[in-house]
DNA sequence: TGCGCCTCAATTGCATGCAGTTTGAGGGCG
DNA sequence: CGCCCTCAAACTGCATGCAATTGAGGCGCA
């Protein structure tokens, strides 16, 4: 059995899909930052289709969250508030035990040495670009998922493993990927053990680890509101609020 | 005003919305059975717009795995195996121990009145339909994952639901809903009392009795036409009048 | 009668066109 | 000098049209 993701479900068309596995990567490497506009046309012309299916590709996208659709507006990669990035990492860690619980002791040698063989990349690219790293050690966890061979299960920890890397990118400081790949090893060796609570709990603290690094707070950042990111200095001001703002800077 | 979904990310427009909450509804009250042929033109018939939206929507639906699309198909309704609403089962137990986890103790007086009210709802749809019924438990667990005010974790359970009430309809036997209403009542209250590990392990078995009941040999359907059966679920809203009642539509 | 090929209606895949909405830039006015 | 108003360009919402694919029934042949 290849280990073939292929959804039955998500992508009608190859076309779509093709655009939608571009644009996944192209979040999660950060080369398209939350925020960063998707206008149909663009889309279309960048990939040789029409927005017909542009837009299609974007409506799929929405539905995994990982893009911002309002009404008569260009359509955005979704800037996910630091709160739903906190609700993101609890919803992961709850999946992600089940995921490791159902597959420790059960990993055929062919899993295993695929397993390695991805942590040795990830161990490679440590030198090379943060986005890289990052989107390995995604992939990490989604070939885990994968080898449930629960399609369900494989959705929704892609999904929410993909919106935790939109939550890096706007909350976290570079990423120092080491420990993530010591701790990729040690839940290979516990799967292979086949210790059932030992692997459930180091998958948490792993997620907890990543999640607490990358939360420890909200980050005045690109994207978010300026009035937020103003608010501690209109206070020191005498009393009065900021009325109105100049003309908004656009930030980007 | 009305306490809505809004899920900010899900449906693009509003008619493409109002298309998936009625096929939703369809199908989770089991008027469209599952391996029900869902033609894009029929359905735009049906709802007064076009091929595209109707598409999309599919498209939508598709992404939630109610719904399944093949290349040059006609889309059906979802018919999972049983290994997958096994899964499903499993995903959504970790996912609303999850909610009540959260919810434990923090419930708002409104917020109590709000579930009693819908218990009080089923209670009284216990001699109407079986597929009222089955809605309504279905969306007391919806009810409680939006209390939490995690848009992702709405989204989540509320598809994960979605799916088992899919399963049940191949699956299972006659709903007795009794002793789901029961278990309802008793979710609430724990709730309220504030123990968090009570209310945890009671929507644990709670979810773990319905799935159980649920390995039954799966019931043939015989459908019927889908213009008829979709009648009734496309008078909300503004939908044209469309009188045309193109050819049948063969189910199977 | 039974089996396989062939043809055609039904249906999807996709692009394009038009209408309505939002954006944002420039000019006039206080 | 800054604010507001206006208007055009940009963009989305949606329908429609055409080509490609499917699969189901009909026909011929053994």
Redesign the interface.
Known sequence: MAPRPAS???E???KVGLICRALRRAIIEQALAPGAKLPEDSLGERFGVSR?IA??A???L????L???R?NRIAVV?TPSW??AR??F??RI??E??VVRQLAGKLTKAQIAELNTHVDAEDRARDGSDAVSIRLATEFHILLANMTN????V??VSE?AY?CCLTLSLYSRPHSSECAINEHRAIIAALVKGDEAKVMSLMHSHLDSVASRALVAPAPQRGRDLLDILAPYAEEGEGERVVKMPKVVRVR
């Open positions: 039955k479900t998500a009608p068309s190859d017909t837009r299609h974007l409506g799929q929405a539905a995994e969250g893009v911002e659709l009404r979704a709160q739903e609700d993101a609890d919803i709850e999946l035990r089940l629960s399609p369900i299960l959705r929704y929410v919106r």
